[in-house]
Structures are given as C-alpha cells and as structure tokens.
C-alpha cells in the first residue's frame, strides 16, 4: 500500500513559479511510476506529467511541456512538479498519483493523494 501527500499549493500571480511536492510512504517507491494530475473548477481531471521508476522515462502533456518540469528523489520517497511561468488556466488541484507503470491515463494509477490547490491570478 503506498501512502502519498502533496504540499506546496498556494496562490501565485500570472507568471510566477511553485514547487509541488508529493511524498509517498512505503519501501518500494524507487520502482514505482509516479504522475501528477489536476482538475480544475468544472472539468475532468487531466494527466500533467509523469515519470518512471529509474527516472529513465518522462510523459508530459503538451500544454505544459516548456513549462513544468517533474523530477523524483528516491531517497526522499519524493516526486517534484517545478512549475514556472504559470497562466491562470494552470489553476486547479493538483494530484500525485502512483501507478506500476508509466501512463497517462489516471485509470492506471492505483493509488492517489488528497490534492494542493494551486490558483494563479491574472
């Protein structure tokens, strides 16, 4: 069973940067995928980015891709989602999630955290 608890949300004008964090419990997080999801007011969740265990692999959706960067610290039992150059339509809240293996598609990801708010002001 893992465990996973974001931190790091919080209000921030057009333009600005946040770091999200998600730490997850349990012994085998080194191998395990990790992604991060969000939803906004009104809307389905979507798929942000995600990356395999061994950091050998990264998916990120194409409204993201110069912007955010998702990185993991094995060690930590941690995986990062680097923001920059937030819009306001990057508001919702944000999810980690893990999964066997690396996907896009939240079916496949067994195990979910409670969500960091994220809201950026124009």
């Known amino acids: 069973q893992v465990q996973l608890a974001e931190s790091g949300g919080e209000l921030v004008q057009a333009g600005g940067s946040l770091i999200l964090s998600c730490v997850g419990s349990?012994?085998?997080?080194?191998?395990?995928?990790m992604g991060w999801f969000r939803q906004a007011p009104g809307k389905e969740r979507e798929f942000v980015a995600a990356?395999?265990?061994?950091?050998?692999?990264?998916y990120k959706t194409d409204s993201v891709q110069e912007r955010f960067t998702i990185s993991r610290d094995d060690a930590k039992n941690t995986v990062y989602l680097q923001m920059n150059n937030l819009r306001p339509e990057d508001t919702a809240v944000y999810y980690c999630?893990?999964?066997?293996?690396?996907?896009?598609?939240?079916?496949?990801?067994?195990?979910w955290g409670q969500g960091t708010q994220v809201t950026v002001s124009s």
């Open positions: 999630a893990a999964s066997v293996g690396l996907a896009r598609y939240d079916y496949l990801y067994m195990h």
């Open positions: 349990g012994r085998s997080f080194s191998s395990i995928a």
């Open positions: 990356i395999s265990g061994g950091h050998s692999s990264i």
